[in-house]
DNA sequence: AATTCGATGGGCT
DNA sequence: GCCCATCGAATTT
């Protein structure tokens, strides 16, 4: 079975949090059943200093309030039809965040397969920040729980031995932020969603 | 009050 | 590759 981290987990700095998320295992425990995701690549957004985070300048709003809070803290927000997750990163205060931008499935396959359709390969399941909020069951009710209390959680998983570092995804009108090398991936994963 | 736009994904051409 | 779904926030009227 799975064990959460504890909340000192997160006490690192973004960049290396980022690294670090690699390889762990996201936990939800549902009624059903528990489904679980190795995490395969990240995204940070640094907060008042990165012109791609929403956080950009301080920029308090009610959405973006949880990003001032602890670190750890679960970050959902609606994008066009679909749920992106992120950690909180940073000491209170520093909105910054990391983006979970893919999962590998590690148990629970049959329960993420009836959320994505038994019809798609399982590598297109997770495959992206939308497509594992569905595989996995996770809603905007998360938003400003933590990610060392259940239901919701992120266990211990093991290392990760290549990673790869690129540009972050989606965020071409941010400026001189485009090309800041923010976004963290396990070497050759297929269920990375993009290759550069 | 109305409009614009995005850290996206799926279906169709 | 293009189009659309349809959420919250910021900007404009």
Request: proline letters at 7%; zero cysteines; a neutral charge.
């Amino acid at each position: 079975m799975f064990t959460p981290v504890t909340a000192e987990f997160f006490h690192a700095p973004t960049l290396e949090l980022s690294r670090k998320l690699l390889g762990q295992i996201l936990v939800h425990e549902l009624p059903e059943g528990i489904v679980a995701g190795r995490i395969v690549e990240t995204e940070a957004y640094m907060g008042a200093e990165d012109r791609a985070a929403h956080s950009f300048g301080n920029r308090r709003t009610k959405r973006t309030e949880i990003m001032f809070g602890k670190p750890g803290l679960v970050y959902t927000y609606q994008m066009h039809t679909h749920t992106l997750i992120n950690v909180v990163s940073g000491p209170v205060d520093t909105p910054r965040a990391i983006l979970i931008r893919a999962v590998e499935p590690v148990e629970g396959i049959e329960l993420m397969a009836e959320r994505r359709g038994k019809h798609m390969p399982m590598k297109n399941w997770t495959s992206g920040p939308g497509k594992l909020t569905k595989a996995m069951a996770i809603t905007m009710d998360h938003y400003g729980s933590h990610f060392s209390e259940k239901p919701l959680y992120i266990a211990q998983g093991d290392p990760v031995h290549a990673v790869s570092v690129g540009p972050r995804v989606g965020i071409g009108n941010s400026l001189e932020a485009v090309d800041y090398p923010y976004r963290f991936w396990e070497t050759e994963n297929p269920f990375v969603s993009k290759f550069r």
